[in-house]
């Protein structure tokens, strides 16, 4: 390969770091730690030119594969929670679609407010909206980072700063670069196989690498990973379906209900980078990726003597008790008719009037005949993901370079619930549906040019300009029929659709598209030998609502040799996604302890407009930040503060209770199953933000215990105030938005290594949080069963030994002393029966809830 073609690759695309954000150093081939040689190098933070990590007016993680390797966990997103304190990921174990694709947080912002990129290049957005992202990610669309698997990834960049000037939208938290292997001969191989501490959620995982020569002047690096994982289980039995069991009521599960992870099956993902020098200071290269999996997750138990729908839509003859759904299987008024049956008793079937007006009864029907127990159905989805990036690069002069690329990005979740029903269809309804799919579609065409000029200065004026052209596409799929007709019972009161997951109608499916351009400008100035600063400037238009610009102002001044000083003053934004501005879903949640259907709406829906609704417009920030680096005797350190304050935020509104008329309107305008929708919401841009906080890192080498030592040390700060909002928004979000997320996070590292044996230690400390569960009814005027939930502390450990010297063989747990969360107790919070939804954790854990885990791993290089 030839020594132009590995410099453009360095300076342009790739990063020339070992190093992680809690060390400074890295593991050679045998085992050993050694201190690294070479600066290390960020391609985030600056549209010019790649720059060191200490001499960046912007904090920047470099988090190298060793890192990535030392951990059990095969999420990428669990993996990052342990190495950037700042960012958070919560498993929310019933989340509808968010349970296909989890979202994440940096720095306490949605998901879809920081801006992920491959090899320097914007990454493609997920299909899933997350309905039920937990207050913070309540509607919430961003990438799906999971499907990028450690064994592809020379290092990741974490550029903690708003950076949409130099980006575009939604690098309002900051910027992460996964960045590809490059290498053109060796490659590992590894199979990893751990399980909880309870016996369940088996994981098995394999991954491998392999380095190619591509002639003699490139090369083609290819990796892959293919696990499955099994579900697991932190439930207790639901106080109603324990009473039923008591009475005799056949068919109901012990525990009716699961709350857990869900069962991943077939997870494959297959990673490609090439390059190849073309002469003349110029090369062409190409990434991409296939990934899919399928995803199944529990649901919410329904309860035969009360689910609305499908067994029961309360008192319909005035006398006070409820009573059972009954179909007329001739129809209305025609031949014989049903007499109702009350519900008096724990066990339903045994009582006279049921015996005798149903199940002796051939022309009555209820579903209690065909699911006596209830039903517990279970979500989940086939997600496939593909892209692929193709661009040329080089010099035109000596100071003068470009890079031009094309990508295309594309993710389907095809949706599939079980175990259910459309009870509109009474007894012929089939139990399992494919209720219809979502596809995010972007197209992505850019020309980066950047141009050295000497003007005088310490160094060459760095100018860095370019143009970018995006093209989004939302499509709704349809369900199968069964998913979403209205039966012949639908008349009598019987629910449509799908229970829990009704399809996507023809009349709803469809393609929604929008186009946007920008023109960046970046400047990068070394006034002097110590004092350096930046310019950014973006415009950007787009075809919805448009345009926008932002800048961006950065410096660094070095104090001394060992001591600077750094910060920054930005503007940045955040569009709407299309997806945001036009999806309609039925989904099915809690309210004040009940089990309610509710209908997101777009904005441009009249019902939504009724309430309240407005056409979306993008979510502004200002951020300022500043920070100081520093060695004092071999340890080195960087502190930084951040305030980013975000207006217009989106999100998905309150739920509101639909009235008759309501739901004539919503009929008219094609909304499934609305004679069981109780509630409505839709997106809105209805509160501004505050957030603020401290990064503070501190890394040491040495020599102890006769081997290699690496200390590292990372704590974060992060508060985020509710400065504004309306009722549409409601107290209870903004409860959740404010406390949901602890305050202070930490890690400890310590690495230690010696001829044939090497140590990885990581303590976590999680400060104190708002512990909510499911059924959550309170908000700060009146509370409910929320609560302070303890700071933890979880340690995980993993020790390798070298077989010989390309076979090393580790065994590691992750949260090694098996810390839960805080176990719910409604009844000494509300003097409700404890447990009442079958949850046995709160689930706002920041660390989840399934407890520790262990696991054994082998990896073989050559």
């Not at 990741?156 to 939604?170: P, T």
Request: proline share 4%.
């Amino acid at each position: 390969m030839s020594s132009t073609f590995k410099i453009t690759t360095l300076a342009l695309s790739v990063s020339l770091a070992l190093g992680t954000v809690q060390s400074y150093a890295a593991e050679n081939d045998a085992g050993k730690v050694k201190k690294e040689e070479v600066e290390r190098i960020a391609v985030v933070g600056s549209r010019g030119a790649p720059r060191s990590v200490d001499a960046s007016p912007v904090p920047i993680d470099l988090i190298g594969s060793e890192e990535l390797e030392k951990s059990g966990n095969t999420d990428m997103l669990e993996l990052l929670k342990g190495t950037v304190p700042s960012f958070n990921v919560q498993s929310n174990p019933i989340s509808d679609a968010a349970s296909l694709v989890k979202p994440a947080n940096l720095r306490g912002l949605s998901s879809d407010s920081t801006l992920i990129l491959v090899n320097g290049k914007r990454r493609h957005r997920a299909s899933v909206i997350a309905l039920l992202g937990g207050g913070i990610n309540d509607g919430a669309q961003g990438p799906d980072i999971s499907v990028i698997p450690s064994a592809a990834l020379k290092q990741v960049e974490v550029l903690r700063d708003g950076a949409a000037a130099q980006y575009g939208s939604d690098a309002i938290a900051g910027v992460m670069n996964f960045v590809l292997k490059d290498d053109a001969d060796g490659g590992s191989l590894t199979v990893r196989h751990g399980s909880y501490y309870e016996g369940d959620g088996d994981t098995t995982e394999v991954n491998g690498n392999i380095g190619m020569a591509l002639t003699d002047d490139g090369f083609a690096n290819l990796s892959f990973q293919y696990k499955n994982a099994d579900a697991t289980s932190r439930s207790v039995q639901r106080p109603d379906a324990a009473a039923f069991i008591d009475a005799g009521v056949p068919g109901v599960g012990d525990p009716a209900q699961i709350w857990g992870s869900p069962e991943v099956n077939d997870d494959i993902t297959i990673f490609g980078n090439f390059g190849l020098d073309i002469g003349n200071d110029r090369e062409i290269y190409m990434f991409g990726n296939f990934s899919e999996r399928d995803v199944r997750g529990g649901f919410y138990y329904r309860n035969p003597h009360t689910r609305g729908g499908v067994y029961s839509n309360g008192d319909t003859d005035g006398d006070g008790v409820s009573n059972l759904l009954i179909a007329d299987l001739d129809g209305l008024d025609t031949g014989g008719s049903c007499s109702p049956v009350n519900v008096t008793s724990e066990n339903v079937l045994t009582q006279d009037d049921y015996i005798n007006n149903v199940a002796n009864n051939d022309n009555c029907f209820a579903f209690n005949e065909m699911l006596p127990g209830g039903f517990t159905p279970n979500f989940g989805g086939n997600i496939v993901d593909t892209s692929i990036t193709m661009g040329t690069r080089g010099q035109f002069d000596d100071t003068l370079s470009y890079d031009v690329s094309g990508s295309v990005g594309r993710n389907e979740s095809s949706y599939v619930i079980y175990d259910t029903l459309n009870a509109s269809l009474g007894p012929e309804t089939p139990r399992d549906f494919n209720p219809g799919s979502h596809v995010q579609l972007e197209k992505f065409f850019n020309i980066d040019l950047v141009k050295e000029l000497e003007v005088g200065l310490e160094m060459p004026l760095i100018i860095a300009g370019g143009y970018e052209y995006h093209q989004e596409t939302f499509e709704v799929t349809a369900g199968d029929e069964a998913s979403f007709t209205a039966g012949p019972y639908t008349e009598q009161g019987f629910g449509i659709g799908s229970n829990g997951f009704p399809g996507f109608k023809p009349a709803a499916a469809g393609s929604f598209s929008r186009q946007n351009y920008a023109l960046y400008l970046d400047v990068e100035a070394q006034y002097t030998e110590d004092f350096l600063m930046g310019y950014a400037l973006r415009f950007e238009d787009y075809s919805t609502f448009g345009n926008t610009t932002n800048y961006k102002i950065t410096a660094q001044y070095n104090v001394t040799d060992d001591f600077s000083v750094r910060g920054s003053v930005s503007s940045g934004f955040r569009a709407p996604t299309v997806g945001q501005a036009n999806y309609a879903n039925v989904q099915t949640s809690l309210d004040g302890g009940e089990l309610v259907d509710s209908a997101l709406l777009p904005a441009s829906n009249p019902i939504a407009i009724q309430l309240g609704a407005k056409e979306l417009t993008p979510e502004e920030s200002q951020s300022i930040a500043f920070g100081a680096v520093w060695e004092i005797e071999g340890i080195h350190f960087t502190l930084d503060y951040y305030n980013i304050e975000v207006t217009d935020r989106v999100s998905q509104s309150t739920k509101y209770n639909l009235t008759a008329d309501d739901k004539v309107k919503l009929k008219a305008d094609g909304v499934p199953n609305v004679d069981s929708i109780q509630q409505v919401s839709f997106f809105t841009n209805d509160f501004d933000t505050t957030t603020e906080g401290i990064d503070f890192v501190a890394n040491y080498s040495t020599s102890l215990l006769d081997g290699d030592t690496t200390f590292g040390l990372a704590y974060n700060w992060n508060e985020t105030t509710v400065d504004a909002y309306t009722e549409i928004t409601g107290d209870g979000k903004v409860s959740r938005l404010e406390n949901d997320l602890p305050n202070h996070r930490a890690t400890f590292t310590w690495s230690q290594s010696w001829d044939n044996v090497s140590m990885f230690t990581r303590v976590n400390y999680y400060g104190e949080y708002q512990g909510v569960h499911v059924d959550w009814i309170g908000s700060p005027a009146e509370p409910g069963t929320e609560i302070v939930a303890d700071s933890e502390v979880t340690v995980d450990v993993e020790v390798s030994y070298h077989v010989m010297e390309d076979l090393k063989v580790s065994i590691g747990a992750q949260n090694i002393f098996d810390e839960y969360p805080n176990e719910l107790d409604f009844e000494q919070q509300t003097g409700a029966a404890n447990n009442s939804w079958g949850g046995k954790y709160y689930e706002t854990s920041p660390f989840g809830f399934n407890g520790g885990f262990y696991y054994l791993k082998a990896t073989y290089n050559f």
